[in-house]
């Protein structure tokens, strides 16, 4: 077991020098997607006690970056460098979800449909920094030099690293969309850890779902699996595509119309199917967490009383709810999204209300 808090006496190399990093706190804020994360950590990001992560484990999915098996420092660097295969394919082919960052960037290193993008580069870095590509060199440099140990020690000095880089700010706040499915094995590795369960109402969350590219493609994944007759869409392989219908097989290869994922009729109550089920078994793995360690955060309640919820969130933290911080936050929190769903016909609103009902109970027995 490698159960070490991130705290007080944890000591890291950085620009070759050895940087002490004080009480500096972890927390996860965990969502299904599509709840306001985004937004959330666009607002995080403004803290100046705050080093703000995005996406981290979106950008690397990998069960071994959350598990026990020691890695060396080369080992976990490949984790953290290798491009994802899916990331790079939706770039390259033009279906990019709007929180991929890199390819935005009028100069860079890397590209989707040559080298590859690393996988921290796409989400992670950019949000930190207008030069991920010089970040990316830096931390190179320094992962790889790291002993073999626990991933978890390793995220601990990678936290502590860029923290020194960044001005040493006494918390650190990860936020990853999707993430609340991946809650018991963030606690398991990081005992120490705090939880912000961020959510949203099921049918609005289901409903931006339906126009996410990366939430679309779900179920058509699934889709694709039942035609072949696999458990799961992970066992899906380009092999595969000879089993498919001209409208899906495409999509197993490394060139392919994004239409074919925009335009395909998808009801919206499979979205809402979709929302239940993930807010259903997050929402049990969150109820492992110690109560002291875990708080809810409503995305209506926060664009409705801004500045009530981001205290509380500071507070939760551990920072201080900074007057200026504050302020510069509200223009973040778009309060236009809510109650979307309402807006949409009674044929297509009523079945996706009774889709999304059974993780709404589960939220308000819950929360």
Known sequence: ??????????????????????????????GTGRCGSTALSRVINLHPDVLSINELFASIPDSEVLAEAPLSGPEFWGYLSRPHALTNNLIKNGAIPPEFLYHRLPKRRFDARTTGIPAISVMVLPHLTDDPDALFDELESEVTSWPTRCPADHWRAFFATLGARFGNPG?????????????????????EARFVHLYREGPD????MSRHVSFRMLPLAKEMADHCGLESPYQLTPEHAAQLPPDLAPLLGDEWD???????????????????????????????????????MSYDT????????LIRLAEFIGVEPLPTWLDASVAHLDGGRRGAARTLPEAELAPLIEACGPGMQALATHS
């Open 302 to 309: 926060l664009v409705e009383e801004p500045e009530k919820e």
């Open 205 to 208: 969350c289901a409903f931006s």
């Open 171 to 191: 918390a650190v706040v990860e936020r990853t969309g999707l993430s609340i499915g991946r809650v018991a094995e963030m606690h398991r590795a990081f005992p």
């Open 258 to 296: 994004p239409a074919l994922v925009w335009d395909r009729p998808i009801p919206l109550a499979v979205f809402g199917g979709l929302w239940s089920g993930v807010m259903i078994d997050g929402l049990e793995q969150l109820a492992t967490v110690p109560a002291s360690q875990r708080t809810s």
């Open 1 to 30: 077991m490698c159960h070490r808090p991130l705290g007080k006496c944890l000591v890291v190399r950085a620009n070759r020098r050895k940087v002490r990093v004080v009480n500096q706190n972890l927390t996860f804020v965990v």
